[in-house]
């Protein structure tokens, strides 16, 4: 399993938690060590007197080089994980990452070995109920809850596909045509599924069938995958489409959809 393990600099017990996964044949992110040769983030390696910053001066710090690699490291980190195990005690940055795999429908565990801060309610995001109790007071207890998702919950977990990750793997599903047809041969399949899209719909508002969810998503689910091999034979990201939509939708109908917007259409250039 894939895991990363949120925790501060300052747990003693960091170094030790990474180790034992090792052993235990699970791959591990260490911030301490995210990629050979790479020591892990340090704001001291922008600024030694950086616990004397102003507010502008941290924000500053956020532009540089040295913050977008140490950043760009860690959310690939995140991406990359199936488990996020939260060690506590840990500073703001520990808990953001564990939150923003929370939000991406990652499990977290909350592994309190010895030293608490503080109760905070808040702690309670983490109780989810397609998974087992997320707090554990010693490594046995980890194993057990990584056991557990490992065997109940990653073969059905969706919540955590990226667009980057459908488009890349469902392009390894491609037929190999010649380069001279490959493409119109894409657009071709995917007028064709959309098709079937519209033929489910006619035989439930012309032919009185009823309607079948599944065969729906089935059919939808050809449509985008004619969509992201499209956009992925032109190095198109599905992400960047998605995107440039929304912010095509939201110049055009800033308030909501209305028919005097979809006639002027504000985001095209007369």
């Not at 977990?157 to 392009?171: C, H, I, M, N, V």
């Not at 190999?176 to 007028?191: E, N």
Request: overall charge negative.
């Amino acid at each position: 399993m894939k895991i990363y393990a949120a925790s501060s600099w300052r747990n003693h017990h960091q170094p030790e938690l990474v180790r034992k996964l090792r052993q235990y044949n699970h791959e591990v992110y260490d911030f301490r060590n995210p990629k050979p040769d790479n020591s892990g983030f340090s704001w001291s390696d922008i600024d030694p007197n950086w616990k004397n910053w102003s507010p502008i001066q941290f924000i500053n710090a956020l532009m540089t080089d040295i913050s977008i690699e140490g950043h760009k490291l860690d959310q690939e980190g995140m991406e990359w994980c199936d488990v996020c195990i939260l060690l506590l005690p840990c500073g703001n940055s520990a808990h953001l990452e564990a939150g923003w795999c929370m939000g991406r429908g990652k499990p977290v565990c909350v592994y309190i070995p010895d030293t608490f801060r503080e109760p905070e309610l808040m702690y309670r995001t983490f109780i989810k109920n397609n998974i087992p109790f997320p707090f554990c007071l010693n490594f046995v207890e980890v194993l057990q809850f990584l056991d557990y998702v490992q065997n109940n919950y990653m073969p059905t977990r969706d919540e955590g596909l990226t667009f980057a990750e459908y488009q890349l793997k469902s392009w390894e599903k491609r037929a190999k045509a010649p380069d001279p047809v490959f493409l119109p041969g894409l657009g071709l399949g995917l007028t064709g599924e959309a098709g079937e899209v519209a033929d489910l719909l006619k035989k439930v508002l012309i032919h009185g069938h009823d309607f079948n969810r599944e065969k729906f998503i089935e059919e939808l689910g050809d449509v985008v995958w004619y969509v992201s091999a499209l956009a992925k034979a032109k190095s198109i990201p599905l992400i960047e489409i998605f995107k440039k939509n929304l912010l095509k939708l939201n110049t055009r109908y800033p308030n909501g959809f209305s028919t005097r917007e979809s006639i002027e259409r504000k985001d095209e250039s007369r």
